[in-house]
Each structure stands twice: as C-alpha cells, then as structure tokens.
C-alpha cells in the first residue's frame, strides 16, 4: 500500500510494525522494481554528492558565478572553531548548509533535495546531526530514505516550488524533510516524526521566494541555514516529548493554500520583496547592467 499522506504513512508503519525509512525501502522497490539493496545503494550514492557539496565550502571560498554570494561557508567554518554563542555543533552545520548554497550557486554538483535553492538543509542536517550522534553512513541513508517519503507527501498535496508556493514550499519543506529523517535517526517514532515536520512547516509558513536579480543567491542561501537550524532545533523539540497541535497533513494543506494566496510578485519572480529593495536593484545592476529604459 502507497501513503498518500501523513495519516495514510502512519496507519502503514503501525500496522506492519516498521519505521519510515523502511517503507520508504519497500515502497520505492516495488516502485522501481529493483532489489531494497539497489534502492539503498541509489540513496548512499546521493549521500556522497550531498557529502561533497556540504564539504567543498568549509575549505575553500566557492564564488557563485554572478559572484554575488561565496566565501561564508568558510567563514562561518573557521568561526566555528572559536568559542561561540551558539556553539560549534550548530555554526558547523551552519556552514555546511551555506557550503551547499555556494556550490550550487558556483554551478557545482548538489543534490535537488527538494529544490536546487533548499539543497544546503539536508545534507546539512543529516551530516551534522550522524556526526553529532556518532552515527554511521547506513544511518545517514536511511534518514534520507525517511526524509524522501515526507518530500513526496508534500509534493502529492502540495507543492515544493517557490514559483508556485514561495519559499516556504523550498526551505520549508526541505526542513521538514530533514527533521523528519533525524528525529528517526534519533529514535523517534513515526508519530514524533512527523511531528516534526509539522512544527517546522508551521515556524516557516508564509515565507516569499524573492530572489535577488531572479538568482538562487541572495537571500537564498542565508534562508538554508535557518532551515537548518530550524530542522535542528525541532529535533529536540520533540524529542522532549512536544507534540504539534496541527497534524502534519494539516500543516500541508495549510503551506499549499497561503502559497496560493501570495502575490504573483512573490512567488521567484524577482518583482517583490527584499529583490525590489534599493540595494537588491544595485546588485541587480551589478549582475545585469543598467537596464535601458524608454
């Protein structure tokens, strides 16, 4: 049986007695018709890029093509080294998901995971978090596993696409994906899973996609890390033993309607928000030139 949704998703794992990632496993081979051992494989694969993306930024300032964003995974990787506010497991994750946004943007190989613009929030989530906890490579996969099952639930019911919900529909559910995997990573059930996802999809609701010159750049990149830590954060909140009033499918269907009552200006056209401020303008002009005007 497919999940259509959360509630389907749950009466599943409960009924048989598995976790996400494990129907996640046998959903996708009876899909794809290969071996579980193939589908686990093709995950490890995608956490390799995920691995290298999240990587190259922390030793190395990656410049963005336009040349409007790079060099702050490095920055924020060597800060991470000194005492700190927040402290070094978080401005390391930080930096990964930071790392990721510039590789993309320095048209690197990253993984869409849901979007090209939400790539930084898995690989830096899951990474930090296996490291954190001293988890394995089988471990990260199978929090990716989990994660891919809550991306495809929003993607049936609504939508992972700035251009049609705004960002809350790329970092939102990039988030919530990656919350998913790592309260399983950490021992939580379907439900606190799920949870999860629902409390970030709330936290983030709302948010424009307001590209800086119709780039993936700026405030692209900053809106990973807030991502980041806010999959992070969440983690422990329901760890604690918090439950989310609103059900996941709830919050979904909720993401999906505010997505569609946002302007068309602020939905990755580049004609709202801080893309329209004066100083988004003259980064525009610093990409484009001075457009001509009759």
Not at 116 to 138: F, R, T
Not at 232 to 249: C, E, N, R, Y
């Amino acid at each position: 049986m497919i999940a259509n949704n959360g509630q389907e998703l749950k009466d599943i794992c409960l009924k048989e007695g598995i976790s996400i990632w494990e129907y996640t496993l046998k959903a996708e081979a009876k899909k794809s018709k290969i071996s579980e051992e193939e589908v686990f494989n093709k995950m490890k694969a995608v956490l390799e890029v995920m691995k290298a993306s999240a990587k190259k930024g922390l030793n190395e300032k990656v410049i963005s093509v336009s040349s409007l964003i790079g060099g702050d995974a490095y920055k924020l990787n060597e800060y991470s080294k000194k005492e700190s506010l927040t402290g070094s497991f978080m401005n390391k994750a930080m930096a990964r998901a930071l790392s990721s946004s510039e590789v993309n943007a320095a048209m690197g190989k990253i993984v869409a995971a849901p979007t090209a613009g939400s790539c930084g929030i898995m690989p830096a989530v899951i990474i930090s978090a296996a490291e954190k906890l001293n988890k394995n490579e089988d471990d990260m996969v199978r929090a990716l596993l989990s994660a891919s099952t809550i991306g495809n639930i929003i993607s049936t019911n609504a939508t992972v696409s700035g251009a049609e919900g705004g960002c809350q529909a790329e970092c939102g559910s990039a988030a919530a994906m990656a919350c998913a995997g790592i309260v399983e990573m950490m021992g939580g059930s379907v439900e606190q899973a799920l949870d999860g996802a629902a409390i970030v999809i709330k936290n983030i609701l709302g948010l424009v996609c307001d590209p800086v010159a119709g780039l993936v750049e700026i405030p692209c990149a900053k809106r990973n890390v807030a991502g980041t830590v806010s999959a992070l954060t969440t983690a422990d909140i329901v760890m604690a033993g918090i439950t989310s009033h609103i059900p996941f499918d709830d919050t979904v269907e909720a993401m999906f309607e505010v997505g569609k009552s946002l302007p068309c200006a602020l939905r990755e056209t580049a004609l709202g928000g801080v893309a329209i401020t004066k100083a988004g303008k003259l980064l525009e002009e610093k990409v484009f030139g001075k457009k001509d005007t009759l």
